[in-house]
């Protein structure tokens, strides 16, 4: 009789953890089905933002803010969620080709997912989300779309620093108030290598520091601020904002010391103040506002080398990036509209070959020998002269990314 009762018993035993595994993947699929992945982003914004983010969203993970909340599964353990990268570029006027050929550049060769960030005028949002979605199925990305937007009371004065919308740049840590670090780019950025390396020198920052940038110049001889500048900038030739490696958190702590006030101010306090002061100083815009604000705080600037933001000057005088000159070229910036005219063909080479390149495995492969082939058609320049240098980190990056066994990747 006992027997029986402890078979009774142990039936009935089974059956309640049976009931409770039903209703904890009942409670886990009703979970994921309001907060998965896709959807419209929450994109905190500045008390002067009107609009805030939108635009859809593509790829693996949540969008926006959920992104970095945990979530505890059926087993009570908790879920750390994907830790993706986030990048972000401002584009306006006819800049969507290639603000699409960067956005594929990144694409092609990171590893880890990305989060882009992307603000444009009005009339580029349908563009941009139709190509976009259209990249859906690579399951590698997600995106958020936003208006251009300035405090309400300069925001004119803003839009026409320097090019329109560039100094968009300067509002980000404000806007963008859930990210924690941020990379910002030109939209005539190439990256030759993945993002992945360029996001890691965050954690060679150290206490103080909260961005990194790459020199403007590393001949003196032909700097632009050296020689010409009408105000304080960093360093002995001044920084590139092109490429822009951001801990958003610690600059939205930070109080900045100024030659304004003796009183330290924080980011969204100090770059009005400083517009006023400088603007009949400055030319290049919101990169000089950033020269002064590091001029006063250098001890809050990595310096990346030149190979991260690689551009004509390192090449049209004479080859002056020693450490591209070592290991290739990481990141392309084509300033002085050298992707779009014939001053400087081996940045076009470069820039066409991405630009045509399909995310085909086969087609990203086939890429390296005809590029080749119209780098040797430059040699007449100064910069084709060094074309090798151009192609020596994007033909590793290929390798490593789409040769080798998925395991060895």
């Known amino acids: 009789m006992r027997r029986y009762l402890r078979i009774v018993v142990l039936c009935l035993a089974c059956g309640f953890c049976s009931l409770l595994y039903a209703f904890s993947q009942l409670a886990v699929s009703l979970e994921e089905g309001a907060g998965g992945g896709g959807g419209k982003p929450q994109a905190a914004a500045a008390s002067w933002l009107a609009g805030g983010g939108r635009g859809g969203a593509r790829g693996v993970g949540s969008v926006g803010p959920a992104a970095h909340s945990g ?5 009570g353990l908790n879920v750390q969620p994907i830790q993706r990268m986030h990048l972000a570029v401002v584009a306006c006027g006819e800049r969507l080709e290639e603000t699409v050929t960067m956005l594929k550049s990144a694409i092609i060769f990171s590893i880890r997912p990305l989060q882009f960030h992307i603000f444009a005028e009005d009339q580029l949002h349908d ?9 859906s199925f690579l399951q590698t990305f997600n995106y958020s779309l936003y208006p251009i937007t300035f405090p309400s009371e300069n925001a004119v004065e803003w839009k026409k620093l320097f090019k329109p919308c560039a100094s968009q740049r300067l509002f980000l840590p404000l806007i963008l108030k859930e990210v924690d670090s941020l990379l910002y780019v030109d939209t005539d950025i190439l990256f030759l290598r993945p993002i992945d390396d360029i996001w ?4 060679k920052f150290n206490s103080t520091q909260i961005a990194a940038m790459a020199p403007e110049h590393e001949e003196p001889r032909i700097g632009w601020y050296n020689r010409f500048a009408r105000h304080p ?4 030739t001044g920084v590139n904002s092109g490429v822009m490696l951001m801990n958003m958190t610690r600059m939205r702590r930070k109080y900045f010391k100024n030659d304004m006030t003796t009183v330290r101010l924080r980011w969204g306090d100090i770059l009005m103040p400083l517009l006023k002061k400088y603007k009949l100083n400055i030319t290049w815009g919101d990169q000089d506002l950033l020269n002064i604000i590091f001029f006063h705080n250098p001890e809050s600037l990595f310096v990346f080398p030149c190979q991260w933001n690689y551009r004509p000057d390192h ?6 990036c020693q450490e591209a000159e070592e290991e290739g070229i990481f990141i392309l910036h084509g300033n002085r509209g050298v992707y779009h005219d014939d001053k400087q063909p081996a940045f076009r080479a470069i820039y066409e070959a991405l630009r045509n390149c399909s995310f085909k495995d086969n087609n990203i492969r086939s890429l390296l020998k005809p590029l080749e082939l119209e780098l040797q058609k430059t040699v007449h320049t100064y910069c084709g002269k060094i074309y090798k240098i151009f192609i020596k980190q994007l033909t590793k990056s290929i390798q490593d990314r789409y040769d080798r066994p998925p395991k060895e990747r």
């Open 71 to 75: 979530r505890s599964d059926r087993y």
């Open 127 to 135: 563009s941009f989300k139709g190509i976009l979605d259209s990249w």
């Open 200 to 203: 890691s020198l965050l954690k």
């Open 233 to 236: 900038y960093y360093g002995k």
């Open 315 to 320: 090449c049209i005088y004479g080859s002056n």
